[in-house]
């Protein structure tokens, strides 16, 4: 007799919260959206604030309180783009002090097992970077999960450009980060930053799963309304639902993937 199938894993995938710059009305139904959904998890992939000041972090935690379980990785608006002596002196100060002390995450359960990578470099404020320390760090954090558990990586930056913007600038170290994510058996990769929202596997069609979440409530739309992803990690793989705004509410958008998918 086969064993049951373990039960569908729920993750809520949220990006780009850009506080500074939010939505209230979106802002409080996606709460009561979170709520209602009741996730394994909800991710969020980065740039919690629009300028890392002090009352943005303030606004982004007492928010993030009320998520629940919660998976989060810095961006490169959490750290200092003119303040350029703290952003040399202590660039992560502020989200360590007012977010969490953990920059590289990690959650692992019998069936899930999720790593966050804070990709965010100073030097190059916008761009972003895995580190040989953090491919390592892939490579021994899933070999410590359950076999039977789903890997999940959480970064900021993208591993793919969105189809409308085909030379946008990937993370670095994309290719050492990509060899240990195939070899840790990660299927699923979640990040941010260019305000779109795409979906395409990465690195051959047996690679993981690249998605991208656009921004949940920021005014700071890219040509796309705010959006999340509902993700679900079933027996038969991952599907990723995105909830787009309408003026109303987050509705499930139409298609597999996601608002711009390659197909
Ligand atoms: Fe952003
Ligand atoms: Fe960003």
């Keep these: ?45 980065g740039d919690l604030t629009q300028r890392a000041r002090r009352r943005q972090f303030a606004a982004a935690r007492a928010y993030l309180d009320r998520l ?5 990785v810095p961006g490169n608006h959490d750290i200092p783009l003119y303040d350029v002596t703290r952003r ?18 990690f959650l692992v359960d019998h069936d899930l097992a999720v790593l966050g990578l804070n990709t965010t470099r100073p030097a190059r404020w916008k761009e972003g970077s895995i580190s040989p320390a953090q491919v390592e760090l892939i490579r021994t954090s899933f ?13 900021h930056h993208p591993f793919l450009p969105p189809p409308s913007l085909p030379r ?13 994510i195939r070899e840790a058996g990660v299927e699923l990769l979640l990040a941010g930053h260019l305000h779109v929202g795409y979906a395409d596997v990465v690195g051959g069609d047996d690679g993981p799963l690249s998605v991208q979440a656009g ?21 038969a793989g991952v599907q990723v639902q995105p909830q787009v705004w309408d003026g109303h509410g987050f509705r499930p958008a139409a298609g597999p993937g996601a608002p711009e998918a390659d197909a």
């Design 1 to 45: 007799m086969s064993s049951p199938e373990p039960p569908a894993i729920t993750l809520a995938h949220l990006s780009d919260l850009h506080f500074g710059t939010e939505d209230w009305t979106m802002a409080a139904q996606l709460l009561d959206d979170i709520a209602e959904l009741r996730p394994r998890l909800t991710v969020v992939s």
């Design 68 to 72: 629940g379980p919660l998976l989060v």
């Design 88 to 105: 040399a002196l202590s660039p992560m100060g502020r989200y360590r002090s007012m977010v969490t002390d953990e920059l590289n995450p």
């Design 143 to 155: 070999a410590g999960a359950p076999a039977s558990a789903r890997r999940v990586l959480v970064t």
């Design 168 to 180: 946008a600038i990937v993370v670095h170290g994309r290719e050492a980060a990509l060899a240990a």
């Design 215 to 235: 921004t949940a409530f920021s005014r700071r739309r890219r040509g796309q309304p705010n959006a999340y992803n509902v993700i679900t990690l079933g027996a």
